[in-house]
């Protein structure tokens, strides 16, 4: 057999060779199945969120596999039954702003093989999400390892939510990938694309034509883009509103640009938004935190919720806490102005009808993963959503935003069973939403009791360890 010589023939018949000896011989690894037997959730009050006030009161909800395989038809008799009688099924929560710890981490010195040299446990910190009911994250700084932990998951090794991957692009001498002129930032684009990103991340620092660069080329590789407003359009803040700027991923982004934080200024900005189609995700707890521990570390150390961090980052947070470090009387009220201006701004978005997506930017100091989407919602609530609006903040509008709306963020025949079951309604009272009676997570259902066994064991676990995880002892460079 003869060869043609050049070398993209022989490239393109060693994949295909390879890809037929692949599939052959090593087959395909299918998902595994979740539940053996379908499950029967009887008598149970449904929040569809397909629209407003859709309820479907004392229903029948069959689930089989991965999916809600119907509402009020008949049960399959071999079914496993769980009694939903004055509970309330909603679909699972989804976080729009996210940073996933990533599974090692490359303390102390460095040599080509070493690599990471301390490792964490991805299904701890997977926990903290499916107890709390957060079955979809977006992963707003997303690195390589992030496919690996989503494979993980994909493979049934950690039970753990949906992750949808955003690159970051930065300028300047800032984070991650970093573009600073408009060629730069489209092959960045590109790039990410070819890696796989399905999001794009604007960051803080890059210049006017990078960002409206890399905004643009992201729309011609079909990637919608989410991200800071650069510093560069500190003054025009209204020239950052390019088309398919696709969402603002925190409020300070616009409070940062503020001069007297008052109504008015809220309503230029929601209208510039609005004006683009410009969705927020305004992250209320994240400044609710920083502001916090602006003041002091008195209500971090005192977070219920902070047993349940890794024993590192816990540390971290205490020792090494970089808003703690900007403590002046000065950056105490900005930051409390900014708190209070990102409420002002969600209500004056909501009146203007820029929708509204809740995220918490986990992974941020104070701001526990899983847990910090009640809180965001209650916030959310707090600045002039309703109980509803604010469920769908975490759901539908979210699932939208994505892209996942034919598959996720609603309660409808063929949709993923991603739901969490409450003891009370949650539009009643939004705090509701932390009354957990258990979770579908891709169609396994983990009750309260194993969900609270998992939560107890990781912080007795973490407890136990805490004494051997020292920030400071532990970013000590070697002699
Ligand atoms: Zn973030």
Redesign the pocket.
């Known amino acids: 057999m003869k060869f043609k010589t050049t070398a993209t023939k022989a490239s393109k018949l060693f994949t295909l060779i390879f890809t037929v000896l692949l599939l052959s011989f090593v087959g395909y690894t299918q998902p595994p199945v979740i539940e053996e037997k379908p499950i029967v959730l009887k008598n149970v009050h449904v929040i569809t969120m397909t629209s407003p006030g859709n309820i479907i009161k004392n229903a029948t909800v069959v689930i089989a596999g991965s999916k809600i395989k119907s509402i009020n038809e008949p049960a399959p008799k071999n079914a496993k039954i769980i009694d939903g009688k004055g509970k309330w099924l909603m679909p699972g929560l989804i976080d729009m702003?996210v940073?996933v710890l990533t599974d090692g981490g490359p303390f102390g010195p460095k040599l080509p093989t070493q690599g990471a040299v301390m490792f964490f446990d991805l299904q701890d910190y997977m926990t903290l999400y499916n107890s709390n009911a957060v079955t979809t994250i977006l992963d707003?700084?997303s690195r390589p390892e992030h496919f690996g932990q989503r494979n993980e998951i994909g493979k049934g090794k950690v039970i753990g939510p949906r992750m949808a991957l955003a690159a970051m692009i930065d300028g300047g001498n800032g984070q991650g990938r970093r573009a600073n002129t408009a060629d730069d930032g489209r092959q960045a684009v590109r790039s990410a694309k070819a890696e796989g990103y399905e999001f794009i991340k604007v960051y803080s620092e890059l210049n006017v034509e990078t960002y409206k660069a890399i905004i643009d080329e992201a729309h011609k590789q079909g990637l919608k883009t989410i991200g800071h407003i650069p510093d560069a359009f500190q003054g025009k803040l209204n020239e950052a509103f390019v088309p398919d700027f696709g969402m603002v991923?925190h409020a300070e982004e616009l409070a940062k640009h503020c001069r007297d934080f008052n109504e008015q200024e809220a309503k230029s900005m929601a209208k510039l938004l609005k004006d683009n189609a410009t969705w927020l995700s305004p992250t209320l707890t994240t400044m609710e935190w920083i502001a916090s521990q602006v003041r002091s570390l008195d209500e971090l150390k005192a977070l219920p919720a902070l047993k349940y961090v890794h024993p590192l980052l816990q540390s971290k947070w205490q020792v090494a806490n970089n808003y703690n470090k900007m403590s002046s009387p000065e950056n105490i009220s900005r930051f409390d102005k900014m708190a209070k201006f990102n409420l002002l701004l969600v209500r004056a978005c909501k009146e203007a009808g820029v929708p509204i997506v809740a995220g918490t930017?986990a992974g941020?100091s104070g701001v526990v993963p899983g847990f910090a989407i009640h809180d965001e919602l209650a916030l959310l609530v707090k600045a002039g959503l309703t109980n509803e609006e604010a469920l769908a903040s975490a759901t539908l509008l979210a699932a939208q935003w994505l892209g996942i709306d034919k598959i996720a963020g609603t309660i409808e025949p063929d949709k993923l069973a991603d739901l969490v079951l409450l003891e009370e309604n949650p539009l009643d009272d939004i705090s509701n939403t932390k009354k957990i009676a258990g979770v579908f997570i891709n169609g396994r259902w983990l009750d309260k009791a194993q969900l609270n066994t998992q939560l107890a064991d990781l912080a007795k676990r973490n407890t136990a360890n805490r004494d051997k995880f020292d920030w400071l002892k532990m970013m000590k460079k070697p002699k």
């Open positions: 702003h940073h707003l700084g991923a930017d941020v």
